[in-house]
Structures are given as structure tokens and as C-alpha cells.
T-cell receptor
Framework: EAGVTQFPSHSVIEKGQTVTLRCDPI?????LYWYRRVMGKEIKFLLH????????ESGMPNNRFLAERTGGTYSTLKVQPAELEDSGVYFC???????????FGNGTRLTVT | GNSVTQMEGPVTLSEEAFLTINCTYT??????LFWYVQYPGEGLQLLLK?????DKGSNKGFEATYRKETTSFHLEKGSVQVSDSAVYFC????????????FGAGTRLFVKA
């Protein structure tokens, strides 16, 4: 089966610009997660979709971050406007059952200058 | 809330040396415990897991035992190889957290030939 794919792999933008990250989960996986790892620290949870619904968005840092999953397939995470502290690696993960292990994409490395 | 603490890296070992990466956790429920590994240029992938106390997870020569009394899940390997060089993440998930997976900060391992 195809794995979780993320696009782009790298993005360098200036402060104040907008960036949209995309994640295509494994086909049939209802659960989709966004995580972020900043500067070698822990991987922090951002939010969780079940199909097209936001199940838990408690980890979203602020209202500059907007996640969508229209149709319950792929998801996008938009940062607008980007700030320096948004730099990091954004991971997407998916799974079928709620307590099965996560399948991760390779991540998007975002650099805000 | 739930949390995971793992030893800071980097850890540098010679080939065939013994590896231990310590991991302790705090959880309100009865979590499942995981070790994920991230090889250079790739996403995280599940290395091993344990779902209840005294379970031992194992894979690729790595082992970890779920110790409820010490709230620990230390990763061990008897003889590391250069190809084991990667970042290792300890993680947990449980029902009280909505099965949200919580990660530690990661430990980078370098194995020298």
C-alpha cells in the first residue's frame, strides 16, 4: 500500500507570508493527525481529524493555523501569516483504528526567515 | 496530563556496543507504549510496542519492557550496527487521552564503524 505522503518536503518563506502544507494519508485511514517538531524538541500534537471532522484541535498554537480535510481524504495545514517561531518539521500521520500505531509521512521542513 | 521523558542525546557508540536509551512516562490511565525510529531523510516508523505491564516489545534486535512499577520503557540492543544510526522516540497513547500519541524529545544515536 502507498504510505503517507506530504508535500512539499521543504519550504522556505519570509515572515508574514502564507504557506500551505498537504498530507495524503493511507487510503482508508479515517484518523489523520498533524504534529510539529521544533528545534530538536519533542514532537508536539497539533490536531486530529476523524474523516472530515476535527476530533481534537487542542494543540493548534493560535488562529494563524488552519487545518482542513474536505471530503475526509487529504488534509491541508495553512499558516497565515507565518512567524519565525513557526519554523520546524511538520509531520502528518494516519491510522485506521484509534489505538493502532501511527503511519507517518516524511514531514515538511518549514523555515520562516 | 500525559508526558514522556527520554534521555538526551546524542548517544555515540562503536559498532557492536550495547545500547540503552532510557524512557519514563506519566499517564493517568493505562497507556500503550511505543518506540518509533526516524532514519535520515525519512519519516517516523514504528520500531516496537507494548500494550500492558510486563509486556516486552521486540524488533530488529531491539527490546523494551513495559515496567509499570517504575513507569519506564527503556530501549535496549545488545550489539548496535552503523545502520542503527537514527533518532529514536519514545511515545505513549491511552484511552483517557483519546488515544492521542504523546512523544518524547527524541534521542539521536550515532554508531561508528
Amino acid at each position: 500500500e502507498a504510505g503517507v505522503t506530504q508535500f512539499p518536503s521543504h519550504s522556505v518563506i519570509e515572515k508574514g507570508q502564507t504557506v500551505t502544507l498537504r498530507c495524503d494519508p493511507i487510503s482508508g485511514h479515517d484518523n489523520l493527525y498533524w504534529y510539529r517538531r521544533v528545534m530538536g524538541k519533542e514532537i508536539k500534537f497539533l490536531l486530529h481529524f476523524v474523516k472530515e471532522s476535527k476530533q481534537d484541535e487542542s494543540g493548534m498554537p493560535n488562529n494563524r493555523f488552519l487545518a482542513e480535510r474536505t471530503g475526509g481524504t487529504y488534509s491541508t495545514l495553512k499558516v497565515q501569516p507565518a512567524e519565525l517561531e513557526d519554523s520546524g518539521v511538520y509531520f502528518c500521520a494516519s491510522r485506521g483504528q484509534s489505538n493502532s500505531p501511527l503511519h507517518f509521512g516524511n514531514g515538511t521542513r518549514l523555515t520562516v526567515t | 496530563g500525559n508526558s514522556v521523558t527520554q534521555m538526551e542525546g546524542p548517544v555515540t557508540l562503536s559498532e557492536e556496543a550495547f545500547l540503552t536509551i532510557n524512557c519514563t512516562y506519566t499517564a493517568t490511565g493505562y497507556p500503550s507504549l511505543f518506540w518509533y525510529v526516524q532514519y535520515p531523510g525519512e519519516g517516523l516508523q514504528l520500531l516496537l510496542k507494548a500494550t500492558k505491564a510486563d509486556d516486552k516489545g521486540s524488533n530488529k534486535g531491539f527490546e523494551a519492557t513495559y515496567r509499570k512499577e517504575t513507569t519506564s520503557f527503556h530501549l535496549e540492543k545488545g550489539s548496535v550496527q552503523v545502520s542503527d544510526s537514527a533518532v529514536y522516540f519514545c511515545a505513549l497513547s491511552d484511552r483517557t487521552g483519546g488515544f492521542k500519541t504523546i512523544f518524547g524529545a527524541g534521542t539521536r544515536l550515532f554508531v561508528k564503524a
